[in-house]
């Protein structure tokens, strides 16, 4: 790996060559903005009339120093039943799938490109639904655990929170995160936006297993959901005895109907569509299920014609999600690269980026912690003088697998893939400073 410091951005250590602005000292403050102790605003001081009139004139009037009407004013209640976000913040959603008319068998993608940090909030997790979201009575819902057991066992909800929980950040992320089909995605949302993280709480699996008494010849479970599509699933058992886990609340409150409510399997570090949602059975077997969500759909199609079966785990990606598609650089100088990497295998170790298309790379900054099969974000330092440049980014994971390129991918399985498409994307800053997919 080519770890030269990157050309033209500067090492970690330089100091940002941004132009120093010099504060106001509080007399030229009081002259420019007619303000005393407490920014109350001085009535009929002449010089504040004149900067408020021109302010006003110019769109200005409620930049410094001027005082805007918020800050002379009550606020609204603080007695809202539940938080939303502020008006200004309405375009900061999940957009669904371009061109749907009846999203029943659908998904929603999350806003990347609007995010910060690694947890992604309730309402902008990404969706993916076979048959629309069902309404369930928590008192009326059931989870049935059956098949090769010694003590068969059907549980209620309050029954499952009386279990030891337990709760975990990791991410999940659908086997179609990004198609190797075109059209590609203009936003970083549009792109990989079937990607999220949280903190989930629930029950280990491996309790339940204990309760209900495995047969040791059981090497199977076959997972299925209360949804109109009845969707299954099958989970190896070494799996099972893992990590996996049954859970009932998403970062602090009870599941969103579109996450499973009331309940839902989670499967750490597999694709999405085994962690059934809805959850209604276990059904232990000695053979998976071969249901049509695991052999007409979520297969990877091979250039030999053969299929990978089961591919479950997510393989290491990154994502640069500033700067990246529709946004721009609006001065030259120092900036800074931002993104998100994950593995279903584990944790990140580092990721490299590169702004001269992979020519050169330098590691970047890992903000910690950094967790096992969670989002972990990463960033790094450069220069923009108004040259053209393409920037992108690559993830190693703990088991030493580099994240590869699309062409890397092609050679492997073809053209004919669909699913498990984790190759490195790159992002193309034009002289103006607008930025695209630099695959399109």
């Known amino acids: 790996?080519?770890?030269?410091?990157?050309?033209?951005?500067?090492?970690?250590?330089?100091?940002?060559?941004?132009?120093?602005?010099?504060?106001?000292?509080?007399?030229?403050?009081?002259?420019?903005?007619?303000?005393?102790?407490?920014?109350?605003?001085?009535?009929?001081?002449?010089?504040?009339?004149?900067?408020?009139?021109?302010?006003?004139?110019?769109?200005?009037?409620?930049?410094?120093?001027?005082?805007?009407?918020?800050?002379?004013?009550l606020g609204g209640p603080t007695a809202v039943p539940y938080g939303k976000p502020s008006k200004y913040e309405s375009e900061v959603i999940r957009h669904l799938y371009p061109g749907l008319k009846e999203p029943m068998s659908a998904y929603s993608t999350s806003p990347l490109q609007d995010l910060d940090?690694?947890?992604?909030?309730?309402?902008?997790?990404?969706?993916?639904?076979h048959a629309g979201v069902p309404e369930i009575d928590p008192t009326q819902h059931r989870l049935m655990l059956h098949g090769m057991v010694e003590r068969p066992l059907i549980f209620t909800m309050e029954e499952l929170r009386q279990f030891p929980a337990e709760s975990h950040i990791y991410f999940m992320e659908c086997s179609g995160n990004p198609s190797f089909l075109p059209p590609y995605g203009k936003t970083a949302g549009e792109v990989a936006g079937l990607v999220s993280c949280a903190e989930w709480t629930g029950v280990p699996l491996k309790t339940l297993l204990k309760e209900v008494g495995v047969d040791p010849k059981a090497t199977w479970v076959t997972a299925e959901g209360a949804d109109g599509a009845a969707m299954n699933r099958s989970i190896p058992m070494e799996k099972c005895m893992d990590d996996v886990m049954v859970v009932y609340s998403q970062n602090g409150e009870r599941l969103r109907p579109e996450q499973g409510y009331p309940v839902r399997l989670f499967v750490p570090g597999y694709e999405g569509n085994t962690h059934i949602k809805w959850l209604r059975r276990l059904h232990f077997t000695d053979a998976p299920v071969?249901?049509?969500?695991?052999?007409?759909?979520?297969?990877?199609?091979?250039?030999?014609?053969?299929?990978?079966?089961?591919?479950?785990?997510?393989?290491?990606?990154?994502?640069i999600t500033y700067p990246s598609g529709t946004q721009q650089l609006s001065r030259k100088g120092r900036h800074e690269i931002r993104g998100i990497a994950w593995s279903g295998h584990g944790k990140i170790t580092h990721v490299d980026v590169s702004i001269d298309g992979g020519n050169t790379w330098l590691?970047?900054?890992?903000?910690?912690?950094?967790?096992?099969?969670?989002?972990?974000?990463?960033?790094?330092?450069?220069?923009?003088?108004?040259?053209?440049?393409?920037?992108?980014?690559?993830?190693?994971?703990?088991?030493?697998?580099?994240?590869?390129?699309?062409?890397?991918?092609?050679?492997?399985?073809?053209?004919?893939?669909?699913?498990?498409?984790?190759?490195?994307?790159?992002?193309?800053?034009?002289?103006?400073?607008?930025?695209?997919?630099?695959?399109?």
């Open 290 to 319: 071969y249901s049509r969500e695991e052999t007409g759909k979520y297969t990877d199609l091979m250039k030999d014609g053969r299929a990978r079966k089961f591919s479950f785990v997510m393989e290491c990606k990154s994502l």
């Open 1 to 73: 790996m080519d770890n030269k410091p990157l050309q033209p951005a500067a090492s970690h250590e330089t100091e940002p060559a941004f132009t120093e602005k010099r504060p106001l000292n509080r007399r030229e403050f009081l002259a420019k903005g007619g303000l005393f102790a407490g920014g109350v605003a001085v009535a009929g001081v002449a010089g504040n009339a004149v900067a408020q009139s021109a302010s006003q004139a110019s769109g200005d009037a409620n930049l410094p120093p001027n005082i805007p009407p918020w800050t002379r004013s």
């Open 117 to 129: 940090g690694t947890i992604t909030p309730n309402g902008l997790f990404y969706e993916r639904h």
């Open 363 to 440: 590691e970047a900054a890992l903000q910690k912690p950094v967790l096992s099969k969670a989002l972990t974000a990463f960033r790094a330092p450069f220069d923009w003088n108004g040259e053209e440049m393409v920037i992108m980014s690559r993830a190693v994971d703990e088991t030493g697998y580099v994240q590869p390129t699309i062409e890397q991918l092609i050679e492997a399985r073809g053209k004919v893939s669909f699913y498990h498409n984790n190759a490195i994307q790159p992002w193309k800053i034009s002289t103006t400073g607008e930025v695209t997919n630099g695959r399109a």
